[in-house]
Nanobody, 113 residues
Framework: QVHVVESGGGWVHPGESLTLSCTIT????????VDWYRQFPGKEREFVAI????????DYPDSVRGRFAISRDNSKNTVYLQMNNLKPEDTAMYYC??????WGQGTQVTVSS
């Protein structure tokens, strides 16, 4: 059974940075792509970033491109989401998603002065 756990959320001021982590067990981590989504209150989840199994291919929506960076450490079964120059509109619950439509419980990111 695939188990997904996110961590690293918190409260930051606008312009600051935060790094989220996503650890996945129960699968061959080095063979799976992983993506991040976020969800605003009352809205559907939206795509934030994706990384392929090798870490060589990544993609982002325009809303975060240039500010967010996804990476992975296959030796730790972990994917990271480095978020820089955070804005109040980045405030959301962030979810990690992977094989078998597996989701974590989410980690809250709040950007406020």
């Amino acid at each position: 059974q695939v188990h997904v756990v996110e961590s690293g959320g918190g409260w930051v001021h606008p312009g600051e940075s935060l790094t989220l982590s996503c650890t996945i067990t129960g699968t061959i981590f080095s063979k799976i792509a992983v993506d991040w989504y976020r969800q605003f209150p009352g809205k559907e989840r939206e795509f934030v970033a994706i990384i392929d199994s090798t870490g060589g291919v990544t993609d982002y929506p325009d809303s975060v491109r240039g500010r967010f960076a996804i990476s992975r450490d296959n030796s730790k079964n972990t994917v990271y989401l480095q978020m820089n120059n955070l804005k109040p509109e980045d405030t959301a619950m962030y979810y990690c998603h992977s094989v078998g439509n597996s989701w974590g419980q989410g980690t809250q990111v709040t950007v406020s002065s």
